[in-house]
């Protein structure tokens, strides 16, 4: 059976806000059929791409608000994430070495690392060309 | 709107740091850990327990939080330390690879009981 669910929210751009993103994304998913790793692993790759978003993009103003939309269909989630942030890909930069990582003892760059690895990534300007629009699908691959 | 938490409560047993954590460590939070983690080294204690047993998630910036105390650990000849780690921080570390440097065990009292 095909059941499609869907829900979409927005974000201030602050790191106080992850918190709220994730408790929103796991209410989500609780119904859903996912298993408990796919759940927790759906949560952390939006958590690090929405730190990523905030941390590092370049907004108009304080007040800028991150769009987010959440897919469930035929057992496969989908997010849509909308910014008005300066365009950046996260597909074009190189993830870190977790050998790298490890080995030198550095305290952050795995972020894109883990959302990279675990969901389908594209991203594309925004049709009102006033910033990014990235897609994700979990699991990867499909 | 809900904020994130993560509270953290010291304990000592010989020479060794406790760090309970209670809460979520993300990029919010990780910062105020780090914080905590550097004072303890600072101030010549750079053995420390991190009680995981009600950290309910890890993103990977508290995971380079706890990869960069282990190298400025180890510099004082001490060590970090993981107890009581449940399935999904442990899964999340396992993606990062963050399970083959850092030493984890099932209580605080074991963690302890491995230092030199």
């Known amino acids: ?142 | 709107m809900s904020t994130p938490t993560l509270k953290i409560t010291e304990s000592k047993i010989g020479n060794v740091i406790v760090l309970a954590l209670t809460g979520e460590l993300d990029a919010k939070t990780a910062p105020d850990f780090r914080t905590q983690l550097d004072a303890h080294i600072a101030a010549g204690f750079p053995k420390i327990v991190c009680d995981c047993k009600n950290l309910t998630y890890v993103a990977s910036a508290g995971i380079g939080v706890m990869n960069a105390i282990l190298k400025s650990a180890s510099a004082k000849s001490g060590e970090l330390k993981l107890a009581s780690v449940n399935k999904d921080i442990r899964d999340t570390m396992e993606l990062m690879y963050f399970t083959k440097k850092v030493k984890i065990y099932g209580s605080v009292e074991e963690a302890v009981q491995n230092f030199d």
């Open chain 1, 1 to 142: 059976m095909d059941i499609t669910r869907n829900h979409e929210f927005r974000l201030p751009v602050k790191l106080e806000s992850l918190f709220k993103a994730r408790e929103t994304i796991r209410e989500f998913l609780n119904d859903s059929r996912f298993s408990i790793e796919d759940k927790n692993r759906i949560v952390l790759s939006i958590d690090e791409v929405l730190a990523n978003i905030i941390e590092h993009g370049s907004f108009p103003t304080e007040d800028s608000l991150i769009h987010i939309k959440l897919i469930i269909k035929n057992n496969i989630f989908f997010a849509e994430i909308l910014d008005d942030s300066s365009l950046y890909d996260p597909g074009q930069h190189k993830p870190m070495d977790p050998g790298v990582f490890l080995s030198e003892g550095l305290d952050g760059g795995m972020g894109i690392y883990n959302f990279m690895l675990l969901m389908n990534v594209h991203h594309q300007e925004r049709v009102d060309k006033k910033g990014n629009h990235l897609f994700l699908s979990y699991p990867k691959n499909i």
